[in-house]
């Protein structure tokens, strides 16, 4: 089966592996342009880019693939199928008509359209997610839905280990519509349900700003949906405060931290105030070594800070040399 690949970044590039480690045989590899990285702006291929010209597959990089010299291209191709997996351009309908087009999308559409399903389904409190294998059409990522494979987002889950459990699963949900295609199933599929749509759109640095107004829970949940990019941060005397790792302490359904008391109360203290060492004590913690904050429901503790210029540190060296206790974070934003 002549198979053209489309996709770009790291998820794409696992799944172009996985055809590869099977056999298929991947005739041509489309990706996005080389793009400039880093405070160098030194140009660099995209991974799909990379791992093709390993295995000697010819590249293509469409600044827009709806023209007409990249369709002529792959109308003389002669795809069998085409699969796409986080190419980042829509395919117009003259591409669409060459040959079936399969896309891995890493959610359960109809829920989370769009470029950043992963991180956006850990963030919403999501308790599963999965990944879609649908037929592409002229929407976004609108088509008819092939194949589903679910997963639980665990409690631990950030967005880097649910990456790479959807890319994992992705492959799996892949190998069994192309199989099941060979076999002689067509790829029609199922229509999305619209009703139920909703969209998971470019992050920015932007998202990852924590709003102390919200409940312990939730920041939590975005605080490992942004790690490792683009990160979450407060400010503190007038400094961005990037928060690397956190965790609820206490929140109002009674679930606790691993050193949190019961039955203690809030003070009525104002959202993003940081505990007193008296407050962290009678609230159950470690008094010279966590960092608790009061959120719009429950106590978040903060693991890990950072301020710029200097390194990550755990709560308890922060603390040495930046002494938080009773300080409002946030007040800049």
């Excluded at 000697?56 to 795809?79: A, C, F, N, S, T």
């Excluded at 399969?102 to 829920?111: C, D, E, K």
């Excluded at 700003?209 to 990160?231: E, G, K, N, V």
Aim: proline share 7%.
């Amino acid at each position: 089966m002549r198979i053209v690949f489309m996709g770009t970044p790291d998820f794409a590039g696992g799944i172009l592996t996985s055809l590869l480690d099977a056999g298929e045989n991947v005739i041509a590899v489309y990706t996005q342009p080389d793009r400039p990285q880093g405070r160098k702006a030194v140009m660099t291929p995209p991974p799909v880019k990379v791992i093709a010209e390993s295995h000697g597959i010819p590249v293509y990089q469409p600044v827009r693939i709806r023209r007409d010299k990249w369709v002529r291209l792959l109308e003389e191709q002669k795809p069998d199928v085409m699969v796409v997996a986080a190419f980042g351009q829509i395919l117009p309908k003259p591409i669409l008509d060459i040959a079936p087009c399969v896309n891995v999308h890493a959610s359960l559409l109809p829920r989370y359209r769009g470029s950043s399903p992963i991180q956006r389904a850990i963030a919403a409190g999501d308790r599963e997610t999965g990944v879609t294998i649908m037929r592409l059409d002229e929407g976004m990522d609108t088509g008819n839905i092939l194949h589903k494979e679910i997963i639980p987002i665990r409690d631990t889950d950030t967005g880097e280990t649910l990456f790479d459990r959807l890319e994992e699963l992705g492959q799996k949900a892949l190998r069994k519509v192309l199989d099941d295609y060979e076999a002689g199933k067509d790829l029609v599929g199922v229509p999305q349900d619209p009703e139920f749509a909703t969209y998971a759109p470019m992050l920015t640095r932007e998202d990852g700003r924590l709003d102390f107004t919200r409940s312990a829970w939730l920041l939590d949940c975005q605080i490992r949906a942004f790690t490792p990019w683009p990160s979450t941060y407060t400010t503190y005397e007038g400094k961005v405060l990037k928060i690397l790792a956190g965790r609820i302490f206490r929140d109002s359904s009674g679930a606790t931290g691993a050193s949190a008391a019961a039955g203690t109360d809030d003070a009525g203290r104002a959202c993003g105030t940081v505990l007193t060492q008296e407050e962290v004590r009678e609230a159950g913690g470690n008094a010279g070594k966590q960092i608790l904050v009061q959120t719009g429901d429950g106590l978040l503790e903060l693991l890990t800070l950072q301020l710029p210029g200097k390194k990550p540190l755990p709560a308890d060296v922060f603390l040495r040399g930046c002494p938080l206790w009773g300080k409002t974070l946030g007040l800049e934003q």
